[in-house]
């Protein structure tokens, strides 16, 4: 843990170079088409660990639309049954957004309204495989000042388990996020954002289950084009608790970070 801290402490604390105008990474509604490589590390409550090297995009599409794409390749370091995959692909990622009028000069108050349909799917390797999942919902978007954000992403989910075979369920998510970008922060482009979700599933095979996870990312600026974020996860069971050390052969996913390079254009 404290070599993934010195190496996130490194890569946000390199020297920016960057213009007057910058990008604005701290909101999510905005459009912007970019592309990257991250590191992931996963820790699992029974000690075993998974290590990815992902890619993530996004382009955007006119004033309105974007599209997001995130795939990993990694390894599973731990205890592997007959049959589970050491090294693959892991889990993606592909969302459409759709971007309503959105009035950003608004500083306190509603500023506008997005849409999103988005799919999560599983990968080859143990600890990534045996969950499918579309969203479907709306984020408004509000002021709090000029320096803070808010955000209330609520969508509908349907899981489906290993291959899309076997549909496990519907449920309701909500993630609020609060967004912090001063104007003057510790770097140029500089902005944290926290941002905790709660998934609940209401039929299906997994009805009364759900989980949670809070994020914490911080990010700033290289130069102009190129932005750097950190982003650590820590995830809970359906009762908001944290997972109990498990001595098993598998366990859920406890905790992660990823950290990400973007080039802007």
């Known amino acids: 843990m404290k070599k993934i801290a010195s190496i996130l402490a490194l890569a946000l604390c390199a020297s920016p170079v960057i213009s007057e105008e910058s990008i604005d990474a701290s909101d999510p509604t905005k459009i912007y088409s970019y592309v990257g490589p991250g590191y992931k590390y996963t820790e699992y409550s029974n000690g075993d660990n998974l290590q990815e090297a992902r890619v993530i995009g996004n382009l955007g599409l006119g004033n309105s639309d974007m599209v997001l794409f995130e795939i990993g390749y990694g390894t599973y370091n731990g205890t592997l049954a007959e049959g589970e995959k050491e090294d693959g692909t892991t889990n993606g990622r592909a969302r459409w957004f759709h971007l309503f009028n959105m009035d950003y000069s608004v500083l306190s108050g509603y500023r506008g309204l997005a849409t999103q349909i988005d799919l999560q799917f599983e990968g080859s390797v143990k600890g990534t495989k045996g969950s499918n999942t579309v969203a479907l919902g709306a984020m408004p978007a509000f002021g709090i000042n000029e320096n803070w954000s808010f955000f209330l ?106 950290l990400a390079v973007n080039f802007y254009f």
Do not use: C
């Open 153 to 258: 992403p609520i969508n509908y989910v349907s899981t489906w388990g290993e291959d899309f075979k076997d549909h496990q369920g519907h449920g309701i998510s909500i993630a609020p996020m609060a967004s912090y970008a001063p104007a003057e922060g510790l770097w140029p482009g500089f902005f944290l954002q926290l941002w905790p979700s709660y998934t609940r599933y209401v039929s299906g095979d997994l009805e009364g289950e759900g989980g949670a996870n809070l994020d914490v990312t911080v990010g700033g600026s290289i130069t102009q084009k190129i932005l750097v974020t950190g982003t650590f996860q820590q995830n809970f069971d359906k009762d908001l608790k944290l997972f109990n050390p498990s001595t098993g052969s598998s366990g859920p996913n406890d905790w992660n970070i990823f």
